[in-house]
């Protein structure tokens, strides 16, 4: 298995609350996403980075931001949260192929 | 039109059979295709990557690839009822994969 994890694995927020998804890669690799997953969209890209403090908005970035301040983590931010963000939100790393973690749940209540 | 499309299904085959999933892409930049498969609460999982126009055979699996259709199939013969599950297409394209919604596949005894 690629060396990604992702935490936490499953939360419940209440809307207005900033939650902070993070991502971690013991591979050393430049490429990390963020997508998230829903019923009839499949997966859509929120942001990615291709390097420590570079990143780029994905189709899907408004009320999300992200951070990378060392290589092996790439920290997903909702700033405040609304019930539109409830979703399954994967990470996924880019060696010679993109790799994805095992996934966080969020629920907005 | 979406970048990347694929029938959503399910498609429905006896074991033993072959399945054909289709996927057909708008943007004629892409040089790399990736499939993967997804069981329900999972984490998509790469299947095999294609890169030429042709047909690519791993095991039980063959993609093919047509740059000039903007075309690209994944064959599965000898269909196991393990195989049941969502085949996402996605294209590589600029530093990151935009995937398709997935077509289901399910396998029946």
């Known amino acids: 298995d690629a060396g990604i994890t992702q935490s936490p694995r499953h939360k419940v927020t209440e809307t207005g609350t900033p939650v902070t998804l993070r991502c971690h890669q013991t591979?050393?690799?430049?490429?990390m996403y963020w997508y998230r997953q829903d019923p009839g969209h499949g997966l859509r890209l929120i942001h990615y980075?291709?390097?420590?403090?570079?990143?780029d908005k994905g189709e899907v970035s408004d009320g999300y931001s992200v951070s990378r301040s060392k290589t092996e983590d790439f920290l997903l931010t909702l700033e405040s949260a609304t019930s539109s963000q409830t979703s399954v939100y994967f990470c996924?790393?880019?060696?010679?192929?993109?790799?994805f973690g095992e996934g966080s749940w969020l629920t907005v209540v | 039109q979406k970048e990347v499309e694929q029938n959503s299904g399910p498609l429905s085959v006896p074991e033993g059979a072959i399945a054909s999933l289709n996927c057909t892409y708008s943007?004629?930049?892409?040089?790399?295709f990736f499939w993967y498969r997804q069981y329900s609460g999972k984490s998509p999982e790469l299947i095999m990557s294609?890169?030429?126009?042709g047909d690519k055979e791993d095991g039980r699996f063959t993609a093919q690839l047509n740059k000039a259709s903007q075309y690209v199939s994944l064959l599965i013969r000898d269909s196991q009822p393990s195989d049941s599950a969502t085949y996402l297409c996605?294209?590589?394209?600029?530093?990151?994969?935009?995937f398709g919604t997935g077509t289901r596949l399910q396998v029946f005894p």
């Open positions: 294609i890169y030429s126009n």
């Open positions: 591979e050393n690799h430049r490429y």
């Open positions: 943007d004629r930049v892409s040089q790399s």
């Open positions: 980075s291709y390097g420590v403090k570079d990143t």
């Open positions: 996924a790393i880019y060696g010679n192929t993109i790799y």
């Open positions: 996605a294209p590589y394209n600029t530093d990151k994969l935009i």
